[in-house]
């Protein structure tokens, strides 16, 4: 069963200038101008974790970063968001969601300054870093004024189209973005290209945006913030360190790898330090992650599929750029292109599975869409080197992107059923998480997989008499690669399928009615 809902409600401002009141006892008239503001703030977001994949060779060229470092450009930020995100949430409820969204929005802007003028690695990445920090504020801030803006169902269902077809197609636009600006300006704009946009949007925000925040005790949770942010990195890095490249004896590529003593050691802090939170949580008297938002069953399956959804679609996009690029051999604009499909059919059948939603429940689309996403990720199997892309990669993209929006919307409504406006910037930072972690995660592990099945399939080659050095015996080991990804994403898609049908209960009456978002 779910908790009682409770629907706070204040008085209409007199005037935009005075001080703001909470939450409107009816529709808020600024409601769409809003949706607005928050939708170009949650583009950002999501653009930022794929834009700059496609520049940084270009980067590493320039500042003469190691192959084996690169992958911090991305890391240092995931690790960041992923990890304070829970502690975000919990800002952006108590400090307020306005103050913590325009904070976030400014401080973002400036750590995209930073990183586009990095002069070396170290100031690159800790850009990067900064930009995570800003961005775990900023995303549950911008999430829970959905929560407390849109109460009608159908209203709320519009938002719920709009936001699931920023955050699926998101990524996909990044890659085209990021496609472009590197190649026809450069790539220091991948990361400029947020100051105008964040600081537009925190203008306008000073003076569309109502503020809201929870009511009652909003004493921090210190010690609980500590175990948890720390927690959640030690976890992430461990995973990522696995996946690490390195060169083995026979001078194939291979993993760093699981019994890797900085990987056990990380994985085992992890471990304590994320069981003393959870036993923290039990005991405080205000607790950072109330254990009730995650222990309903609808919630907590909801998150549960966030995780594995996460895992499994952003392995598609990383060895997905690494087919175009390195196989294919597309320029970055022709590769950010190519998943151009992916976006375009997400954004027009979301409005469609919006309107759906309070029709036929939220279990119903998840398990068709689940369905169709596992398919889509099985077809991709069936590329190889010099495959047509229109017959092989455009079907595969059509199926997965039409199946994600139809998980997207709905999981994303059923992960909010029954929370308050008290709790509603720490259940959209859970939502959030799941997804951020399950990412993180899911890329490490998936890696680690391909890169093995790669070495494989080379030493296989390599001893049925094959030349290392041909660049067609490297192409058909990178693929051989890929598909095992393309297994494993399918397999965490199945798993998520199997908590759609089991554990998710939720029917049309049950949906929130104080609101939801799509993360």
């Keep these: 069963m779910s908790e009682p809902v409770s629907t706070p409600t204040a008085v209409p401002q007199p005037h935009p200038h005075e001080p703001e009141t909470d939450e409107l006892s009816g529709p808020d008239p600024r409601r769409w101008r809003i949706l607005a503001v928050i939708a170009v703030t949650q583009l950002m977001l999501v653009l930022d974790a794929s834009i700059m994949n496609i520049a940084l060779p270009s980067a590493a060229a320039e500042l003469e970063i190691a192959a084996n470092d690169i992958q911090w450009a991305v890391t240092a930020y995931t690790l960041a968001f992923g990890g304070l995100l829970l502690l975000g949430g919990r800002v952006a409820d108590y400090l307020g969601r306005k103050r913590a969204m325009l904070i976030g929005l400014i401080g973002f802007a400036v750590a995209s300054a930073l990183g586009g003028a990095a002069q070396n690695e170290g100031m690159l990445f800790g850009a990067r870093a900064l930009q995570g920090v800003f961005a775990a504020l900023l995303a549950p801030a911008a999430l829970a004024l959905i929560t407390v803006t ?101 001078g194939l590529p291979q993993a760093v790898g699981w019994s890797d003593p900085l990987v056990v050691t990380l994985l085992g802090v992890a471990v304590v330090l994320l069981v003393a939170f959870v036993l923290v949580e039990r005991v405080v008297r205000n607790p950072l992650l109330p254990l009730r938002i995650i222990l309903d069953r609808d919630r907590g399956g909801s998150y549960l599929i966030f995780f594995l959804v996460g895992a499994g679609l952003f392995s598609m996009f990383l060895f997905m750029t690494l087919y175009f690029q390195y196989v294919m051999g597309y320029e970055p604009l022709k590769a950010g292109f190519a998943f151009l499909p992916f976006s375009v059919c997400l954004i027009l059948v979301a409005g469609f599975v919006a309107r759906l939603l309070p029709v036929v429940g939220a279990k119903p689309l998840m398990i068709v869409g689940l369905t169709m996403a596992i398919a889509g990720m099985l077809l991709l199997t069936r590329t190889e080197p010099g495959s047509d892309y229109w017959t092989t990669v455009f079907p595969a993209l059509v199926v997965l992107s039409i199946g994600m929006s139809m998980v997207f919307i709905p999981v994303s409504s059923t992960a909010l059923i029954g929370v308050g406006g008290h709790d509603a910037g720490i259940a959209s930072a859970v939502l959030n998480t799941a997804q951020q972690v399950g990412g993180s995660l899911g890329l490490a592990l998936l890696n680690t997989l391909a890169l093995s099945a790669t070495a494989d399939k080379l030493a296989d080659l390599i001893a ?19 598909h095992v990804a393309y297994f494993a994403g399918a397999a965490l898609l199945a798993i998520a399928l199997a908590v759609a049908v089991a554990i998710v209960k939720a029917r049309k009456s049950d949906l929130p009615t104080e609101g939801a978002v799509a993360a």
């Design 150 to 250: 849109f109460t009608e169902s159908h209203e709320r269902a519009k938002a719920f189209g709009v936001f699931g077809a920023i955050s699926g197609g998101g990524a996909a636009i990044g890659l085209l973005a990021g496609g472009a600006l590197t190649e026809y300006l450069d790539w220091r704009w991948c990361l400029y290209i947020n100051l105008p946009i964040a600081l537009v949007t925190a203008v306008i925000g000073v003076r569309v945006l109502r503020e809201s925040r929870a009511h009652g005790d909003t004493r921090f949770d210190i010690l609980g913030a500590l175990l948890s942010s720390v927690g959640l990195v030690a976890l992430v890095y461990a995973f990522t360190e696995a996946a690490k490249q390195t060169t083995g004896a026979d």
């Design 464 to 482: 049925g008499g094959a030349d290392p050095a041909s660049p067609a015996v490297a192409a058909s080991a990178n693929v051989a690669g890929y």
